[in-house]
């Protein structure tokens, strides 16, 4: 791969010398460290953890090493950690213990002899209210179309909170407002992976739980931490949830997901979709790959990493400025009372014919994407989370998402400016 900065053992594995990767929030490459550790394992460590011989017994402490690991990287205990799939599994797995447990409350509350509430083993019986969901307008697609789904098929009743347009993130103040009787579950991305800005979890926890004790059906919490991690501190049990999603392949690890659960089965509810062989307590049965080797790399480096990717943004945001000329460029990350990722830096250039993606297929060098890639589907409209965030269509057309990684120079955005500057010019030549 390319020289890097010395900074971390990081490089861009099969791409061509001269491209440059800006797309770090779509997903990272990994560590050679943590391919090495997958060699390793893949060699040593093949064997059925469930098996008592060498094979066996190697996998089971390499699962059991990789839960530790996560569970320092995001503030818990190796108990509160169950592997998933990846994290759209995670979050789903929110949603289904959330309902199940508002399911369970209210037949207890059957069970406790209310007698008006007739016994009735359905889902929910038509006496109580079906659940009531809470969810930011500009979550990912793996919250939002679960909600969604629940909502079309009666299972729950879903808030969206909007962001708000001056601070590009949700107010607390707007999410209490939206609790009800039935609310059963809250969840609210730790940061979003368009704008880069940092939702206020950790207030919004401490609000909810002041609110929570004089309610019959409790109200869990939860947050998406799959932009957060690798890029700023996490730490779940500081942050107050009941539940964090957290992802490999946005911090150099591989494509796995888990879930922190603040004790899973006893403090908070946890059930499982699925069902099967036991592994990972029952919550979550089934063989999937386990090793997140590199959370070290993380805990111990997070801070160089953190002001390495703040510098470079910075300095890209200057050297756009300088190059384009301030009244040209408009920062869609920029929301001054918020706070934000350090990496990500979304930005529109001005002009008529500068729609996002027309700029990116122009440019020879550079790698990155006009918003989440799960939404490329969506052609050439510009990002529903950007406009919530009250961007202006003209300019959230021209969007381009670009978020930076722990290796990523200063060299490297000198190269990316200008090769943004050349497709500006030649698609601004065309008549
Ligand atoms: O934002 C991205 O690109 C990753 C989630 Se789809």
Redesign the pocket.
């Known amino acids: 791969g390319r020289p890097f900065d010395g900074l971390v053992h990081t490089y861009i594995p099969d791409m061509d010398e001269d491209k440059i990767y800006m797309?770090y929030?779509?997903?990272t490459p990994l560590e050679p460290e943590v391919i090495q550790a997958i060699t390793k394992a893949l060699h040593e460590a093949w064997g059925n953890p469930s098996s008592s011989y060498t094979a066996g017994v190697k996998a089971k402490a390499a699962i059991a090493q990789a839960r530790e690991n996560v569970a320092r990287l995001v503030g818990g205990k190796p108990e509160d950690i169950i592997f998933t799939s990846g994290g759209t599994e995670a979050n789903n797995l929110v949603f289904h213990s959330a309902l199940e447990a508002y399911r369970e409350s209210c037949r207890t509350a059957e069970q406790g002899g209310d007698s008006h509430h007739h016994r009735d083993n359905s889902r929910t019986s038509s006496a109580w209210p079906r659940p009531h969901l809470i969810i930011s307008n500009v979550e990912?697609?793996s919250v939002r179309l679960t909600a969604e789904h629940l909502l079309k098929d009666a299972q729950a009743d879903v808030t969206l909170v909007a962001v708000s347009k001056v601070t590009g993130r949700v107010e607390v103040e707007d999410v209490l407002t939206a609790v009800r009787p039935n609310t059963c579950l809250i969840s609210i991305m730790m940061a979003n992976?368009?704008t880069g800005v940092m939702m206020p979890i950790r207030e919004l926890c401490q609000r909810i739980r002041s609110v929570s004790g004089q309610r019959h059906h409790r109200i869990l919490l939860h947050t998406d931490a799959a932009?957060a991690i690798g890029k700023v501190g996490v730490d779940a049990r500081d942050l107050g949830v009941d539940y964090l999603t957290i992802v490999g392949h946005k911090f150099y690890a591989p494509r796995i997901g888990a879930l922190y659960v603040n004790g899973p089965g006893s403090t908070t509810p946890l059930h499982p979709m699925m069902f099967g062989g036991g592994q990972e307590r029952n919550f979550r049965p089934g063989y999937g790959w386990r090793p997140i080797p590199n959370a070290e790399l993380v805990i111990s480096n997070l801070p160089e990493y953190e002001s390495h990717m703040l510098d470079t943004r910075k300095y890209l945001e200057e050297r756009l400025q300088a190059v384009f000329g301030k009244e040209r460029i408009h920062f869609n990350s920029h929301f001054p009372d918020s706070e934000s990722l350090p990496n990500t830096c979304n930005v529109s250039i001005l002009g008529p014919r500068l729609q996002g993606r027309k700029v990116l297929s122009s440019c020879r060098r550079l790698l990155a994407?006009v918003?989440?890639?799960?939404?490329t589907h969506r052609g050439d409209r510009p990002s529903h989370i950007l406009l919530s965030c009250g961007i202006p269509e003209e300019v959230a057309a021209n969007a381009l998402r670009l978020s930076v990684g722990r290796g990523t120079s200063r060299a490297d955005v000198d190269v990316v400016v200008e090769d943004l500057r050349n497709a500006v010019e030649t698609l601004e030549s065309l008549n």
């Open positions: 797309d929030n779509a997903t990912h697609d992976n368009e932009q994407s918003g989440a890639a799960c939404h």
